[in-house]
């Protein structure tokens, strides 16, 4: 059934998507994983991340914006972590710069840094929060860029 699909989309994305999960590049390799279990690191990754961030949105409504800060964004890598689980930190950094998601992939990361150097050395809420907001839409963008046909699937339901 994966090889069915990955004829009929045409598109090099979708054996990408389909090798994430088959092949032995993992960066946890040596922890002798199965494709389930890789799965479900992967699972656990993004779960603890999206915690590690809520928990930080909570420090925020108390005014802790420097903790809001190294919560949400600790929480943002700990889910980056997880495709580790997947492909592997080399295959990873290697498809980052690919051109579908060069651009989406920089500003991430620039929206990361941004986030800590507006709250540790500039100290301007706002502009936390901002970076905040721009590195979870990033984020999500580069994420889109690793499923079949997301993206133009986003642009679509798009209202603006």
Avoid: H
Avoid at 1 to 15: I, Q, R, V
Avoid at 38 to 63: D, E, K, Q, V
Wanted: hydrophobic share 55%.
């Amino acid at each position: 059934m994966d090889g069915l699909w990955n004829k009929l989309s045409g598109s090099e994305t979708a054996a990408v998507v389909d090798n994430m999960t088959t092949g032995d590049d993992s960066a946890f390799k040596f922890l002798d994983l199965t494709r389930t279990q890789r799965l479900y690191g992967f699972g656990c990754c993004l779960i603890a991340g999206f915690a590690m961030s809520l928990i930080g949105a909570i420090f925020f409504t108390l005014g802790q914006i420097t903790l809001f800060a190294l919560l949400y964004v600790i929480g943002v890598i700990c889910s980056l972590v997880g495709t580790g689980f997947l492909l592997g930190f080399k295959k990873q950094f290697k498809m980052m710069l690919d051109p579908v998601r060069i651009y989406a992939a920089g500003i991430f990361l620039l929206c990361i840094a941004l986030t800590f150097v507006f709250a540790f050395a500039i100290e301007i809420d706002v502009l936390v929060i901002v970076f905040a907001v721009a590195t979870y839409v990033s984020y999500a963008w580069y994420s889109l860029s690793y499923i079949p046909y997301a993206r133009a699937l986003a642009r679509k339901l798009w209202p603006w």
